[in-house]
């Protein structure tokens, strides 16, 4: 099972950035799915962005969509997500995930196999 390791988040205001980052450790990298989630006391968990560590497909909520990036290095099995024109609405707890199918973060599709970070926050001041 791969191990995620997150760092980044913090406090920024709104138009602000913030970069994400997740390090794999094990598992299958360079053939499986990773992207982040995102989840508040108030919302559902909710899906991203994610991207296909083997082709490199990128997938995006579309309530990201242009705002946010998905990118990785593939030489430090690193996943990051770049945050750029923060809103006070993406404000949330940010969970780095692996193995699950990419588009879940498009559809909002359950799944149930899946390594989860231990979660980093973000927040968003206007």
């Known amino acids: 099972r791969v191990q995620l390791a997150e760092s980044g988040g913090g406090s920024v205001q709104a138009g602000g950035s913030v970069r994400l980052s997740c390090e794999a450790a094990g598992g299958n990298y360079g053939a499986n799915c990773m992207g982040w989630f995102r989840q508040t006391p108030e919302k559902e968990r909710e899906g991203v962005a994610a991207?296909?560590?083997?082709?490199?497909?990128?997938y995006y909520a579309d309530s990201v969509k242009g705002r946010f990036t998905i990118s990785q290095t593939t030489a430090n099995r690193t996943v990051f997500l770049q945050m750029n024109s923060l809103k006070p609405e993406d404000t949330a707890m940010y969970y780095c995930?692996?193995?699950?199918?990419?588009?879940?973060?498009?559809?909002?599709?359950?799944?149930?196999?899946?390594?989860w970070g231990q979660g980093t926050q973000v927040t968003v001041s206007s």
């Open positions: 991207i296909h560590t083997g082709s490199g497909v990128t």
């Open positions: 995930a692996a193995d699950f199918p990419c588009r879940a973060v498009v559809t909002g599709a359950s799944f149930r196999l899946a390594s």
